[in-house]
């Protein structure tokens, strides 16, 4: 990695109150007692870091309810080779493409950065969600342009910045606020097409061909081959462990990357209940279903705190439930999201933090009663907070005497964090992805794979058996 490039590249910004609010969390009393004030400190610091900045591969999950490993490999290859073909870059185009070593659907791709790029005069702005997904190897899509040059034009090349604080008028013709440089590419539209009042562009606005960090685009590629999922999530669906023919309720599905996984590793036999409170969400579950050819999932929008009734109903096919009636329940939690990369900036203020652990409890109480004795609970987030982790554990397993922790199948992640009292043994069954632990700017000699697992997104798992 350039370390030039590094120092242009701000940490994630975060409201005063939240900062301080994750220094008290990471600096912790069992923590500062384990490590020492210097190295808990250095952690916070590289997790500011780290945040801002994508991880350092990219992960794909293949269908390999549809065909083997090797064969999509091979067949992504060919179609990422077409794709660079296509690009700027007259070199022979090379592609690397590796199975991970343990988990047997996922595949990996280093990305490329952050590289020295030189910017140019010409300047466009793209609104934090777009900015994030062009460091993930994206192209601009028009909705996601706030600001063009006046009288930009089809093919002029432009410099493309993040606005992280959202303060850029749209349709602006420049920005001086808080934003960062994510690359170099090429107007596909004229200024006019994007800010069309009637009918409002779609489709891509500039394809970047000088990206801060480059991977590849994997949008239209192999769309039922490969699905574009981080390494943590994917490692949800393994833990969660589900069979042929068993019963499964995904709580909080939406967009479905999970609901989608758990319905593969069942070879789609069985039945995979998908539950979104927002109802346009549920048509992008019901979608990637049907991209991935997978029959077995049901998708309803509901409210997942009331998805158990007591009422004696007949046996429905959608919510409410009756109690225990599934054989494993999957509560990947609506959360903080504090752990997603890259995350450039959060304007959310500490009252938004805190209000998920209540929503969490109460989806947590739902999940226990739909399960069946002797069923799996799997319990997630993609947040780095105790307050809706290793605390939200303890007090499952303090308000619910039926569960017990179980170990984890693949456990790649850490292990939980100190801080919500829970015994080292408790501590070892609970699965934490913290790119902190391992993140080092200068680290691109590791192997693909060692990055892969340890510089991920902020991530935690835990797995519970109910007796
Ligand atoms: N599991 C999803 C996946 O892998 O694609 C991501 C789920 S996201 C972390 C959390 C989801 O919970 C959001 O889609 C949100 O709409 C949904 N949600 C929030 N509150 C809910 C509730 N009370 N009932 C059902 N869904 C809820």
């Not at 999970?258 to 019901?286: F, P, Q, S």
């Not at 225990?324 to 609506?334: G, I, K, M, N, Y």
Request: net charge neutral; charged share 20%; proline share 7%.
């Amino acid at each position: 990695m350039h370390l030039g490039e590094m120092s242009v590249f701000p940490k994630i910004s975060l409201k005063p109150e939240v900062t301080g609010y994750l220094r008290n969390v990471f600096l912790n009393k069992e923590v500062l007692a384990a490590v020492g004030p210097q190295e808990a400190e250095s952690r916070f610091q590289k997790l500011l870091a780290c945040l801002s900045h994508p991880p350092s591969s990219t992960c794909v999950r293949a269908s390999t309810h549809l065909a083997p490993l090797e064969d999509i490999r091979l067949s992504l290859e060919e179609e990422l080779k077409k794709q660079q073909k296509c690009g700027s870059s007259a070199e022979e185009p090379s592609v690397q493409i590796a199975p991970h070593p343990r988990i047997t659907d996922v595949l990996l791709l280093p990305v490329d950065g952050p590289r020295a790029v030189e910017r140019l005069s010409s300047e466009l702005v793209v609104d934090a969600q777009c900015g994030s997904a062009v460091l993930r190897g994206a192209h601009v899509f028009a909705p996601g342009i706030v600001a063009s040059p006046k009288y930009m034009k089809a093919g002029d090349m432009v410099s493309v910045f993040s606005d992280l604080e959202g303060r850029c008028t749209r349709g602006a013709t420049r920005f001086q606020g808080n934003k960062v440089f994510v690359g170099n590419g090429v107007a596909e539209m004229d200024r006019s097409a994007i800010f069309a009042t009637e009918t409002p562009a779609r489709g891509v606005g500039v394809r970047m061909v000088d990206p801060l960090y480059k991977s590849p685009s994997f949008d239209g590629v192999l769309p039922s081959m490969v699905f574009l999922q981080n390494l943590p999530s994917v490692v949800v669906g393994h833990v969660l462990a589900p069979q042929p023919g068993e019963r499964i309720l995904d709580m909080c599905a939406a967009p479905g990357g999970k609901t989608c996984h758990i319905a593969a590793l069942m070879g789609d036999k069985g039945e995979v209940v998908a539950l979104d409170r927002i109802r346009n969400k549920i048509d992008r579950i019901r979608q990637n279903a049907q991209t991935l050819s997978l029959q077995s999932i049901k998708a309803f929008r509901f409210n997942s705190t009331q998805a158990v009734s007591d009422e004696p109903t007949q046996e429905a096919e959608g919510p409410p439930f009756p109690p225990e009636s599934f054989d494993r329940v999957l509560l990947d939690a609506p959360c903080s999201g504090l752990g997603q990369r890259p995350n450039m900036a959060s304007t959310w203020s500490l009252k938004e933090i805190c209000s998920y652990p209540p929503l969490q409890r109460k989806l947590f109480q739902a999940a226990v009663r739909l399960l069946k004795k002797g069923g799996v609970l799997v319990y997630s987030t993609c947040t780095v907070t105790l307050s809706e982790n290793e605390e939200q554990v303890a007090w499952a397993l303090s308000t619910f005497p039926c569960l017990s922790l179980q170990p984890q199948e693949p456990h790649i992640g850490s292990e939980g964090m100190l801080g919500a009292g829970l015994s080292p043994e408790q501590l070892r069954l609970l699965q934490r992805f913290s790119p902190e632990l391992s993140w080092e700017q200068t680290d691109t000699t590791a192997s693909l794979a060692r990055r892969a697992d340890t510089d991920t997104i902020g991530f935690f798992i835990a797995k519970f058996l109910k007796t």
